[in-house]
């Protein structure tokens, strides 16, 4: 995987897809994202990124670090998770 077109692609899943604490239509904070983008491109570029693992990891950050907690969070982790995955199939 070509490191930073597909991390601005990773960056562009989780602003869009996952976007936990609503910040995607702030300019500013566009950044905000990029240390779990690293992570998750990382999952990928090692190959041990299972929709599930990256769901969880999204998850785990959302209510841990983020200490959120609402019905759709696990939702909106599953939906980042299978457009990053699917990234995987496109190498």
Do not use: H
Request: glycine residues 2%; contains cysteine.
């Amino acid at each position: 995987m070509e490191r930073k077109a597909n991390r601005a692609i990773i960056r562009k899943i989780l602003l869009t897809e996952w976007d936990p604490i609503g910040i995607s239509d702030i300019p500013e904070a566009q950044d905000e994202y990029d240390a779990y983008a690293d992570t998750v491109f990382g999952m990928l570029a090692n190959q041990t990124a299972s929709v599930d693992a990256i769901a969880q990891y999204l998850f785990k950050i959302a209510t841990e670090n983020m200490r959120l907690s609402y019905p759709e969070l696990m939702a909106r982790c599953d939906k980042a998770a299978r457009a990053v995955a699917a990234l995987q199939s496109d190498r």
